[in-house]
């Protein structure tokens, strides 16, 4: 027989439900009361290891040698700073994310200043009682509930879990206040705490499946030696009020090599998927098509060899490029000394070079020839050259002069305004003088 006792308290719909506990405990199955074995601890040889108080000790006993109002098996813990004990219910499958309270009965005497709910071997403080309040030597019941209530800030019923989403270790921790102790004197032998059940009441409701949502066709269709055309995917719980994972797999031979780059054949068969703590899932499937490889390079849109500009002419510009499979961009890159400090052009001869790439690797460039003077003998105006004036702009972009002159206007506007609302007035105070 274990030594911990578990009180599993779930929601009643019907009383055919009344013993009936999936494999994880989930609320899919809603029934009335039901009873585990009792005392699931870590370790019987020493309850108190991976507690927060080690060195304690604790054992159990009947309810007979227990304080009155005890029912079965009591554990008595023992320790003089503080007592602890870990419990294990990780054999029970039961989701962290479907319990609505976890509530300890425990008789605490006079010294003890608060109950610890820990994990990782006592390290990390997860839920705390104060004592304060609380009739001491007396049976009173501690209840830790979901969204954080009694829980330290930070954390929940789910910190209580392992990594499948189930109730797994915790320990249930004492602190004792220290009295002090006169130099050569032996200090009083600490009064023993019992703990009399664990209670764990299920939420209501039904842990359906999770929904998961991908933001694409179920067809991707590209060409090879280039990364997964994947849009974006995200999955949630309703029931558990949370974000899920998202695994992906194959079904059958896979469509990318060690790289994640495509590979040509197909069509290939790509499923996303998405499990909450219950053990329910989601997928999305999707075909996957691969080409053969993209040998096509860019496209930069700029037929000019050679431009003329003023000096102090910021070097921002706005060059576009397409390819006949990918969303593709142009970096600029000046030769050294073209710039200032503040990204305007210096007096001079330099060069642009206007670079492209697409996803597999084919690249495209265009260099141009930037003659920058305080007085250019060309009009920047009337360049000698064929240039596409919607592809090539230097200085401020065509959306920020169009702000400029709005506000201009704007300001325009409300001068006029100030104006006719003084001489409105000086007429007003003329006519009121002429009567």
């Not at 602890?84 to 003890?112: E, F, H, Q």
Request: hydrophobic residues 40%; proline residues 5%; negative net charge.
């Amino acid at each position: 027989m274990k030594n911990a006792k578990l009180l599993l308290t779930l929601t009643a719909i019907t009383l055919s439900c009344l013993l009936v506990l999936s494999g994880v405990l989930s609320p899919n199955v809603t029934a009335a009361t039901a009873q585990l074995p009792e005392f699931n601890l870590a370790d019987s040889a020493d309850p108190a290891r991976g507690s927060a108080y080690p060195e304690s000790s604790a054992r159990v006993i009947s309810a007979a040698q227990a304080p009155a109002g005890a029912d079965g098996n009591v554990i008595e813990l023992f320790g003089t700073e503080g007592a602890g004990v870990l419990m294990d219910y990780s054999a029970y499958d039961i989701s962290c994310y479907g319990i609505r309270s976890i509530t300890v009965k425990v008789y605490i005497p006079g010294d003890v200043k608060a109950l610890n709910l820990t994990v990782d071997n006592g390290e990390t403080h997860v839920g705390r009682y104060s004592a304060a309040g609380y009739e001491k030597n007396k049976w009173s019941e501690f209840s830790f509930y979901d969204e954080g209530i009694n829980f330290v800030s930070g954390h929940d019923m789910p910190d209580l879990a392992n990594e499948k989403g189930r109730l797994a270790q915790f320990s249930l921790n004492f602190t004792r206040s220290v009295p002090a102790v006169p130099e050569g004197s032996e200090p009083p032998a600490p009064e023993p705490i019992y703990i009399d059940s664990i209670s764990i009441v299920l939420k209501e409701g039904i842990a359906g499946d999770p929904s998961l949502t991908y933001k694409g066709s179920d067809t991707i269709d590209q060409t090879a030696e280039k990364p997964l055309e994947l849009k974006e995917f995200e999955a949630y719980d309703a029931f558990e009020e949370r974000e899920l994972a998202v695994t992906q797999r194959w079904d059958g031979a896979s469509g990318i090599d060690d790289k994640g780059y495509a590979i040509e054949g197909g069509p290939y068969t790509l499923v996303l998927e998405a499990e909450n703590s219950f053990g329910n899932k989601a997928e999305k499937r999707i075909t996957v098509i691969v080409r053969p490889r993209d040998n096509e390079a860019p496209v930069i849109a700029a037929s000019t060899d050679v431009i003329y500009v003023r000096t102090g002419t910021y070097g921002s510009m706005n060059i576009s490029a397409t390819d006949n499979e990918d969303d593709v961009k142009v970096v600029n890159m000046w030769s050294k000394g073209a710039l200032d400090d503040k990204g305007r052009l210096l007096p001079g001869e330099h060069e642009l070079k206007l670079h492209s790439a697409d996803d597999t690797g084919n690249v495209a460039e265009h260099v141009i020839k930037v003659i920058v003077a305080d007085s250019p003998e060309h009009d920047p105006e009337q360049l000698p050259v064929t240039r596409d004036e919607s592809k090539i702009n230097f200085g401020l972009p065509v959306w920020a002069v169009i702000l400029i002159i709005a506000a201009a206007l704007i300001l325009c506007a409300a001068i006029f305004v100030i104006i006719v609302r003084s001489k409105k007035k000086v007429e007003t105070r003329s006519t009121s003088a002429e009567e």
